[in-house]
T-cell receptor, first 114, second 111 residues
Protein backbone atom coordinates (compact mmCIF):
# COMPACT_ATOMS: atom_id res chain seq x y z
CA UNK A 1 0.00 0.00 0.00
CA UNK A 2 1.66 3.20 -1.19
CA UNK A 3 -0.71 5.39 0.80
CA UNK A 4 -2.35 7.12 -2.14
CA UNK A 5 -5.87 8.45 -1.92
CA UNK A 6 -7.96 10.30 -4.45
CA UNK A 7 -10.99 12.49 -3.90
CA UNK A 8 -13.70 12.53 -4.87
CA UNK A 9 -14.05 8.92 -6.01
CA UNK A 10 -17.04 9.70 -8.18
CA UNK A 11 -18.29 12.98 -9.58
CA UNK A 12 -20.96 14.07 -12.00
CA UNK A 13 -20.72 17.61 -13.26
CA UNK A 14 -22.15 19.77 -16.00
CA UNK A 15 -20.39 21.01 -19.09
CA UNK A 16 -18.63 24.30 -18.49
CA UNK A 17 -18.15 23.93 -14.76
CA UNK A 18 -14.70 23.82 -13.12
CA UNK A 19 -13.67 20.61 -11.41
CA UNK A 20 -10.72 19.84 -9.15
CA UNK A 21 -9.53 16.35 -8.35
CA UNK A 22 -7.19 15.75 -5.48
CA UNK A 23 -4.43 13.20 -5.04
CA UNK A 24 -2.87 12.75 -1.64
CA UNK A 25 0.11 10.59 -0.70
CA UNK A 26 1.52 9.89 2.72
CA UNK A 27 5.06 8.73 1.88
CA UNK A 28 6.76 11.90 0.66
CA UNK A 29 7.50 10.73 -2.88
CA UNK A 30 8.79 13.33 -5.31
CA UNK A 31 7.29 12.02 -8.53
CA UNK A 32 3.56 12.22 -9.09
CA UNK A 33 1.43 11.74 -12.18
CA UNK A 34 -2.11 12.23 -13.43
CA UNK A 35 -3.46 9.83 -16.05
CA UNK A 36 -6.80 9.35 -17.71
CA UNK A 37 -8.14 6.01 -18.87
CA UNK A 38 -10.83 5.57 -21.46
CA UNK A 39 -12.41 2.34 -22.77
CA UNK A 40 -10.13 0.60 -25.21
CA UNK A 41 -7.18 2.78 -24.29
CA UNK A 42 -4.31 2.41 -21.98
CA UNK A 43 -3.46 5.14 -19.56
CA UNK A 44 -2.58 8.50 -21.04
CA UNK A 45 -0.46 10.99 -19.18
CA UNK A 46 -2.06 14.37 -18.50
CA UNK A 47 0.49 16.14 -16.28
CA UNK A 48 3.32 15.15 -14.03
CA UNK A 49 5.35 16.61 -11.20
CA UNK A 50 8.90 16.09 -10.04
CA UNK A 51 8.47 18.08 -6.86
CA UNK A 52 6.80 21.06 -5.23
CA UNK A 53 5.95 23.67 -7.87
CA UNK A 54 7.72 21.57 -10.51
CA UNK A 55 5.11 20.38 -12.99
CA UNK A 56 4.98 19.74 -16.70
CA UNK A 57 2.60 18.70 -19.45
CA UNK A 58 1.99 15.19 -20.62
CA UNK A 59 0.48 13.74 -23.75
CA UNK A 60 -3.10 14.98 -23.25
CA UNK A 61 -2.77 18.17 -21.22
CA UNK A 62 -5.15 20.44 -23.17
CA UNK A 63 -8.01 21.57 -20.93
CA UNK A 64 -6.22 20.55 -17.73
CA UNK A 65 -4.00 22.32 -15.23
CA UNK A 66 -2.24 21.07 -12.12
CA UNK A 67 -0.75 22.43 -8.96
CA UNK A 68 1.57 21.04 -6.35
CA UNK A 69 2.13 23.34 -3.44
CA UNK A 70 2.95 20.54 -1.00
CA UNK A 71 4.80 17.29 -1.58
CA UNK A 72 1.84 15.21 -0.50
CA UNK A 73 -0.85 16.84 -2.67
CA UNK A 74 -1.19 16.97 -6.44
CA UNK A 75 -4.31 18.68 -7.76
CA UNK A 76 -5.79 18.31 -11.23
CA UNK A 77 -8.17 21.02 -12.42
CA UNK A 78 -10.50 20.97 -15.37
CA UNK A 79 -11.03 24.68 -15.94
CA UNK A 80 -14.24 24.23 -17.92
CA UNK A 81 -15.33 20.62 -18.12
CA UNK A 82 -16.36 19.14 -21.46
CA UNK A 83 -18.03 15.84 -22.28
CA UNK A 84 -14.77 14.59 -23.82
CA UNK A 85 -13.26 14.75 -20.34
CA UNK A 86 -15.62 12.08 -19.07
CA UNK A 87 -13.13 9.44 -17.98
CA UNK A 88 -11.53 7.62 -15.10
CA UNK A 89 -8.65 9.59 -13.64
CA UNK A 90 -5.77 7.92 -11.88
CA UNK A 91 -3.07 9.53 -9.84
CA UNK A 92 0.23 7.73 -9.41
CA UNK A 93 3.50 8.10 -7.59
CA UNK A 94 6.84 7.02 -9.01
CA UNK A 95 9.46 5.16 -7.02
CA UNK A 96 12.95 4.87 -8.49
CA UNK A 97 15.19 2.02 -7.44
CA UNK A 98 18.73 1.16 -8.42
CA UNK A 99 17.52 -0.88 -11.40
CA UNK A 100 13.82 -0.29 -11.48
CA UNK A 101 11.16 2.33 -11.69
CA UNK A 102 7.76 1.52 -10.26
CA UNK A 103 4.53 3.43 -10.35
CA UNK A 104 1.83 2.97 -7.74
CA UNK A 105 -1.66 4.11 -8.51
CA UNK A 106 -4.45 5.57 -6.46
CA UNK A 107 -7.95 4.05 -6.59
CA UNK A 108 -9.16 6.40 -9.33
CA UNK A 109 -11.85 9.03 -9.76
CA UNK A 110 -14.74 8.36 -12.11
CA UNK A 111 -15.78 11.68 -13.64
CA UNK A 112 -18.89 12.13 -15.75
CA UNK A 113 -19.49 15.41 -17.57
CA UNK A 114 -23.07 15.83 -18.73
CA UNK B 1 6.25 9.52 -31.79
CA UNK B 2 5.70 6.65 -29.45
CA UNK B 3 3.59 3.56 -30.04
CA UNK B 4 3.12 0.24 -28.31
CA UNK B 5 1.32 -2.82 -29.61
CA UNK B 6 -0.18 -5.68 -27.63
CA UNK B 7 -2.77 -8.32 -28.50
CA UNK B 8 -6.22 -7.10 -27.47
CA UNK B 9 -7.38 -10.42 -25.97
CA UNK B 10 -5.89 -13.69 -24.83
CA UNK B 11 -7.75 -16.72 -23.47
CA UNK B 12 -6.25 -19.65 -21.58
CA UNK B 13 -7.28 -22.34 -19.10
CA UNK B 14 -6.38 -22.70 -15.46
CA UNK B 15 -2.96 -24.16 -14.91
CA UNK B 16 -1.72 -23.22 -18.36
CA UNK B 17 1.07 -20.83 -19.37
CA UNK B 18 0.35 -17.69 -21.36
CA UNK B 19 2.64 -15.13 -22.97
CA UNK B 20 1.57 -11.55 -23.67
CA UNK B 21 3.77 -9.76 -26.18
CA UNK B 22 4.54 -6.07 -26.45
CA UNK B 23 6.34 -4.33 -29.29
CA UNK B 24 7.23 -0.69 -29.09
CA UNK B 25 8.53 2.31 -30.98
CA UNK B 26 9.87 5.15 -28.89
CA UNK B 27 12.31 7.98 -29.31
CA UNK B 28 14.45 7.06 -26.32
CA UNK B 29 13.91 3.77 -24.57
CA UNK B 30 14.70 3.56 -20.88
CA UNK B 31 12.73 0.62 -19.55
CA UNK B 32 9.68 -1.61 -19.96
CA UNK B 33 7.08 -2.16 -17.25
CA UNK B 34 4.06 -4.39 -16.88
CA UNK B 35 0.89 -3.61 -14.96
CA UNK B 36 -2.16 -5.65 -14.06
CA UNK B 37 -5.62 -4.14 -13.78
CA UNK B 38 -8.75 -5.94 -12.64
CA UNK B 39 -12.12 -4.61 -13.75
CA UNK B 40 -13.01 -1.54 -11.74
CA UNK B 41 -9.64 -1.44 -10.06
CA UNK B 42 -6.41 0.50 -10.31
CA UNK B 43 -3.35 -0.69 -12.22
CA UNK B 44 -0.85 -2.53 -10.06
CA UNK B 45 2.85 -2.84 -10.77
CA UNK B 46 4.11 -6.27 -11.82
CA UNK B 47 7.62 -5.89 -13.22
CA UNK B 48 10.25 -3.64 -14.75
CA UNK B 49 12.97 -4.53 -17.26
CA UNK B 50 15.71 -1.96 -17.75
CA UNK B 51 18.14 -4.40 -19.34
CA UNK B 52 17.82 -7.30 -21.76
CA UNK B 53 16.83 -10.62 -20.33
CA UNK B 54 14.36 -12.30 -18.08
CA UNK B 55 13.09 -11.07 -14.73
CA UNK B 56 11.20 -13.55 -12.59
CA UNK B 57 8.80 -12.83 -9.77
CA UNK B 58 6.93 -15.87 -8.59
CA UNK B 59 4.55 -17.11 -11.27
CA UNK B 60 5.20 -14.05 -13.43
CA UNK B 61 8.25 -13.41 -15.62
CA UNK B 62 9.02 -10.55 -17.93
CA UNK B 63 11.46 -10.48 -20.82
CA UNK B 64 13.06 -7.67 -22.76
CA UNK B 65 15.03 -7.47 -26.00
CA UNK B 66 16.02 -3.89 -26.67
CA UNK B 67 17.52 -4.71 -30.08
CA UNK B 68 14.14 -6.09 -31.18
CA UNK B 69 12.06 -3.42 -29.38
CA UNK B 70 10.13 -6.31 -27.89
CA UNK B 71 9.13 -7.67 -24.55
CA UNK B 72 6.71 -10.15 -23.09
CA UNK B 73 5.00 -11.07 -19.87
CA UNK B 74 4.83 -14.76 -19.06
CA UNK B 75 2.23 -16.02 -16.63
CA UNK B 76 2.59 -19.58 -15.39
CA UNK B 77 0.22 -21.85 -13.50
CA UNK B 78 -2.67 -19.64 -14.42
CA UNK B 79 -5.36 -19.04 -11.83
CA UNK B 80 -8.84 -17.64 -12.20
CA UNK B 81 -7.74 -14.52 -10.32
CA UNK B 82 -5.27 -13.76 -13.12
CA UNK B 83 -8.20 -12.77 -15.34
CA UNK B 84 -7.51 -9.07 -15.83
CA UNK B 85 -6.09 -6.56 -18.27
CA UNK B 86 -2.33 -6.35 -18.64
CA UNK B 87 -0.56 -3.23 -19.85
CA UNK B 88 2.98 -2.81 -21.03
CA UNK B 89 4.50 0.63 -20.57
CA UNK B 90 7.72 2.03 -21.93
CA UNK B 91 9.71 4.64 -20.07
CA UNK B 92 10.79 7.03 -22.78
CA UNK B 93 13.78 9.31 -22.46
CA UNK B 94 12.35 11.47 -25.22
CA UNK B 95 9.16 11.87 -23.27
CA UNK B 96 10.48 13.39 -20.10
CA UNK B 97 11.44 9.92 -18.90
CA UNK B 98 7.75 9.26 -18.46
CA UNK B 99 5.80 6.16 -19.35
CA UNK B 100 3.81 5.52 -22.49
CA UNK B 101 1.24 2.78 -21.97
CA UNK B 102 0.09 0.17 -24.44
CA UNK B 103 -3.62 -0.35 -25.12
CA UNK B 104 -3.79 -3.40 -22.87
CA UNK B 105 -4.40 -7.13 -23.26
CA UNK B 106 -7.48 -8.64 -21.69
CA UNK B 107 -6.68 -12.09 -20.30
CA UNK B 108 -9.52 -14.48 -19.64
CA UNK B 109 -8.72 -17.60 -17.64
CA UNK B 110 -11.23 -20.41 -18.10
CA UNK B 111 -11.83 -23.29 -15.66
Amino acid sequence: DAGITQSPRHKVTETGTPVTLRCHQTENHRYMYWYRQDPGHGLRLIHYSYGVKDTDKGEVSDGYSVSRSKTEDFLLTLESATSSQTSVYFCAIGVAGSSSYEQYFGPGTRLTVT
Amino acid sequence: GQSLEQPSEVTAVEGAIVQINCTYQTSGFYGLSWYQQHDGGAPTFLSYNGLDGLEETGRFSSFLSRSDSYGYLLLQELQMKDSASYFCAVRDLGYGQNFVFGPGTRLSVLP
